[in-house]
C-alpha cells in the first residue's frame, strides 16, 4: 500500500522560506508522478507543483512560478517543495499527492491523482 507523510510545515514571515517533504514508502518516487497542492480554508484544492514520472519535466501552477522549487531528493524516496519569497496568500494545508500513471492531460487536476497524504500545514504572517 502508498503511503505518503508530508513535514515541514509551520509559521512563516512574508518574504521568508520553507522545505516542504513528502516521504513514500510502497511506491518509487522516480517512476511516480508526484505533485504538491495546497487548499485554504473555504476554498477548492489548488495546483502547485508536479514531477512526471521519469523525469519528464516539472510544471508549476502560475501562483508560485518562479518562487517555488519542486524536486526529488537524492538517496530518498522524498519528494521536496522549497517554497521562497512567500506570500500570505500562501497560507493553505500542502498536500503531497502520487500517481503511476502521470497522464500529460490530468497532471494539475486532483482528479488525476489515487494517492495522497495528510497535509502539513504553511501560515505566512502578515
Known amino acids: 500500500q502508498v503511503q505518503l507523510v508530508e513535514s515541514g510545515g509551520g509559521l512563516v514571515q512574508t518574504g521568508g522560506s520553507r522545505r516542504l517533504s513528502c516521504a513514500v514508502s510502497?511506491?518509487?518516487?522516480?517512476?511516480?508522478?508526484m505533485a504538491w497542492f495546497r487548499q485554504a480554508p473555504g476554498k477548492e484544492r489548488e495546483f502547485v507543483a508536479a514531477i512526471r514520472r521519469y523525469g519528464c519535466g516539472t510544471d508549476y501552477g502560475d501562483a508560485v512560478k518562479g518562487r517555488f522549487t519542486m524536486s526529488r531528493v537524492n538517496g530518498e524516496n522524498t519528494v521536496s517543495l522549497q517554497m521562497n519569497s512567500l506570500k500570505p496568500e500562501a497560507t493553505a494545508d500542502y498536500y503531497c499527492?502520487?500517481?503511476?500513471?502521470?497522464?500529460?492531460?490530468?497532471?494539475?487536476?486532483?482528479?488525476?491523482?489515487?494517492?495522497w497524504g495528510q497535509g502539513t500545514q504553511v501560515t505566512v504572517s502578515s
Open positions: 510502497g511506491r518509487t518516487v522516480s517512476s511516480t508522478t
Open positions: 499527492a502520487a500517481t503511476s500513471t502521470g497522464l500529460l492531460s490530468t497532471v494539475q487536476l486532483v482528479t488525476g491523482y489515487n494517492a
